[in-house]
């Protein structure tokens, strides 16, 4: 992440329609997973400014790492969470700790991709679970990614290859999502690489930032995304979207 563009990143996270409709979808994941579990201890692994771990802490105990030492440190300040500076490539927590591993567009920040993977395994119980979400495609590379630091975007096979390398464990639910959006999204990224920068992004010039927060186009946007929630979460999975998700389960020991 761009120095300073977690100061967007907290309104974006909070009021831009791609947060907001992803992370209604990552919650329904989440919750299908925990439902009937009680007492139910989480890890949320890049935590940013922090919405995610508001969200949820109304599905457990949460506990919150962020690797970059001024935006934790932001974090705290903005929302009261008790976040610990920490990198997902050593995480601060002893063996088989947490029921839920949570990381959340994080691991295509990290260039070690599969030591950070065998890190969230590490932390998590026997019965446990890992649920991470990426961005998908690498045709879709663009300037967003650029500014946000990405090594890599994924395919589905290549998210699922790293988790199932070391054969402890299998994947309990995969789908690629924003797929309604997939074409047009598709179109701008690939039409944007011909256009002056300065012409269509603001700021520090994130996809998010194109459209202001309360336009009609970012509420359109927010409605067809939208769209895909119920779906999801009743078991409908897309082969195509803009961002891929998966749960793996520890194998019991």
């Given at each position: 992440?761009?120095?300073?563009?977690?100061?967007e990143y907290y309104e974006?996270?909070?009021?831009?329609?791609?947060?907001?409709?992803?992370?209604?979808?990552?919650?329904?994941?989440?919750?299908?997973?925990?439902?009937?579990?009680?007492?139910?201890?989480?890890?949320?692994?890049?935590?940013?400014?922090?919405?995610?771990?508001?969200?949820?802490?109304?599905?457990?105990?949460?506990?919150?790492?962020?690797?970059?030492?001024?935006?934790?440190?932001?974090?705290?300040?903005?929302?009261?969470?008790?976040?610990?500076?920490?990198?997902?490539?050593?995480?601060?927590?002893?063996?088989?700790?947490?029921?839920?591993?949570?990381?959340?567009?994080?691991?295509?920040?990290?260039?070690?991709?599969?030591?950070?993977?065998?890190?969230?395994?590490?932390?998590?119980?026997?019965?446990?679970?890992?649920?991470?979400?990426?961005?998908?495609?690498?045709?879709?590379?663009?300037?967003?990614?650029?500014?946000?630091?990405?090594?890599?975007r994924y395919t589905m096979?290549?998210?699922?290859?790293?988790?199932?390398?070391?054969?402890?464990?299998?994947?309990?639910?995969?789908?690629?999502?924003?797929?309604?959006?997939?074409?047009?999204?598709?179109?701008?990224?690939?039409?944007?690489?011909?256009?002056?920068?300065?012409?269509?992004?603001?700021?520090?010039?994130?996809?998010?930032?194109?459209?202001?927060?309360?336009?009609?186009?970012?509420?359109?946007?927010?409605?067809?995304?939208?769209?895909?929630?119920?779906?999801?979460?009743?078991?409908?999975?897309?082969?195509?979207?803009?961002?891929?998700?998966?749960?793996w389960q520890m194998q019991?020991?």
């Open positions: 992440m761009e120095k300073h563009y977690y100061h974006l996270e909070r009021k831009n329609w791609w947060f907001r409709a992803r992370n209604q979808i990552l919650m329904d994941r989440v919750a299908k997973l925990l439902k009937n579990k009680q007492n139910v201890k989480i890890l949320n692994v890049g935590v940013a400014t922090g919405s995610t771990s508001q969200l949820l802490t109304e599905l457990g105990e949460v506990v919150s790492i962020e690797y970059d030492e001024e935006c934790c440190n932001f974090a705290k300040q903005k929302t009261g969470l008790n976040i610990i500076q920490g990198s997902i490539l050593d995480l601060p927590f002893d063996e088989n700790s947490f029921d839920l591993v949570c990381a959340f567009d994080v691991i295509e920040h990290v260039e070690d991709d599969q030591k950070a993977v065998s890190e969230l395994k590490r932390v998590c119980k026997s019965d446990g679970w890992v649920m991470v979400s990426v961005p998908a495609f690498s045709f879709l590379w663009s300037h967003h990614d650029v500014i946000n630091h990405h090594f890599r096979p290549m998210l699922k290859a790293i988790f199932l390398k070391d054969k402890d464990g299998y994947i309990a639910y995969q789908s690629y999502f924003n797929a309604i959006l997939f074409v047009p999204i598709a179109v701008f990224r690939l039409i944007s690489g011909l256009i002056p920068q300065k012409w269509i992004r603001k700021g520090t010039g994130a996809d998010n930032l194109i459209f202001p927060q309360e336009s009609w186009v970012s509420k359109l946007l927010y409605q067809i995304f939208h769209l895909e929630q119920p779906w999801l979460i009743n078991g409908l999975t897309f082969p195509f979207g803009i961002s891929a998700m998966l749960c019991k020991v």
